[in-house]
């Protein structure tokens, strides 16, 4: 039987800056989310830029600069929670508005995906479960 053990802020993580910050952590228990790559049209991304950009400048970050996210870690945990909260709910909203040609709605891709989740299950991971969603 396997030990699961779940993310613990506390202990040593690494967190990956892409689009979005990824938090990793050795021998826990991790939940992915992929997305089709047209699910966000190009005025929705914009909105959402140019809102998250009137925030930061509000509070006197400049978004284009290098480290508005230390900035913005400057001004206090509870002010920068709110600012990911906020963007991630409405990032989120976004995202389950289904833009785009929702390919996995055709059971063949979804079984692609899903057979791809399990091509290394015990060998590079173990696979406990998951979900191909389509709304």
């Known amino acids: 039987m396997l030990d699961f053990r779940f993310f613990d802020r506390s202990e040593t993580l690494s967190v990956i800056e892409r689009k979005l ?3 990793s952590q050795a021998g826990v228990i991790s939940f992915l ?3 089709d790559h047209d699910s966000m049209p190009k ?3 914009e909105t959402f830029l140019q ?3 009137d925030w930061l400048t509000r509070y006197g970050i400049d978004s284009k600069l290098i480290d508005w996210k230390s900035r913005l870690a400057q001004l206090g945990r509870q002010i920068e929670q709110e600012f990911f909260q906020h963007f991630s709910d409405r990032w989120n909203d976004e995202l389950d508005n289904c833009h785009g040609a929702c390919v996995l709605r055709d059971a063949n891709c979804a079984e692609i995906v899903a057979n791809s989740l399990q091509h290394f299950d015990g060998d590079r991971y173990e ?3 998951y979900v191909v969603m389509v709304k």
Do not use: I
Request: zero cysteines.
């Open 21 to 23: 910050p990824h938090w």
């Open 33 to 35: 989310t992929f997305r």
């Open 43 to 45: 005025d929705v991304v």
């Open 51 to 53: 809102e998250r950009n």
């Open 127 to 129: 696979l406990t479960d």
